[in-house]
């Protein structure tokens, strides 16, 4: 077998690659992962601990800023007129109640309307994170369809806002027949917002403005070094 044999520059060249090889491996095995890469995570943590904390800092600047904002639209929401004009909800439903009755003493062309029964809703259901109160009554009414079609339209339509659900609506057969009486039996739930009062709006405000951070909860966050 023939040997290969190497000029003494080809050797110093073997040597030095050899070598660049060695300190290759020897960096990656003693210095990359114990000391290189771990400071390079700490590198990454700091600037995530800077971001954060300018971030506190701007909310911080704007604090008052919104403060004054959510006080102005919490003062306009109660002044608003899509909201019923009582801030309790018992004086509030026997509000709904009038308008019921005068919804249907207004419309009495093409035939007849009358209420047999309205009720006030004890606690009525609100939806998930709804920030108002809300006043509803049961209302049960003997009407022709022409009076019946102007009545809701009364009661939906304008200001405050109103809102008739659970609609049922089915044909009295004896008055239909005998012809002596509304031939439609009506049933329906009419509710509206109570009108926030001034501690609740100013209430809002506090909430909303207690979320921002404070000034202690950014200098308790960790500290970013250079």
């Known amino acids: 077998m023939k040997t290969l044999k190497l000029t003494p520059r080809d050797s110093r060249i073997a040597a030095v690659g050899l070598l660049l090889l060695a300190l290759a491996l020897a960096y990656f095995l003693l210095l990359h992962w114990w000391f290189v890469a771990p400071l390079r995570d700490v590198s990454a943590q700091m600037d995530d601990l800077r971001d954060t904390q300018s971030r506190y800092a701007a909310a911080i600047a704007e604090k008052p800023q ?3 904002r959510i006080a102005a639209l919490g003062a306009g929401q109660a002044a608003s007129s899509a909201f019923l004009p009582d ?4 004086t509030a439903a026997a509000d709904l109640m009038q308008r019921v009755v005068d919804a249907v003493g207004a419309h009495t062309e093409g035939g007849s309307c009358t209420v047999t029964q309205k009720m006030p809703v004890p606690n009525p259901a609100s939806a998930s994170g709804e920030p108002y109160r809300k006043a ?6 003997s009407c022709d369809i022409e009076p019946l079609v102007g009545v809701l339209q009364a009661l939906e ?7 008739v659900d659970n609609l049922n609506i089915y044909r009295n057969p004896v008055a239909a027949r005998q012809g002596n009486g509304p031939s439609l039996e009506v ?3 009419l509710s509206g917002y109570v009108r926030p009062a001034n501690g609740a709006t100013s209430g809002t ?3 909303a403005a207690a ?3 404070e000034p202690d909860d950014a200098a308790d966050a960790p500290e970013a070094t250079p």
């Open 157 to 163: 339509q304008g200001t405050p806002y109103l809102f």
């Open 187 to 189: 049933q329906f739930t």
């Open 66 to 68: 919104l403060e004054r």
């Open 87 to 90: 801030d309790d909800p018992n």
């Open 136 to 141: 509803a009554v049961s209302i049960n009414l």
């Open 205 to 207: 405000a506090s909430a």
């Open 211 to 213: 979320s921002a951070p």
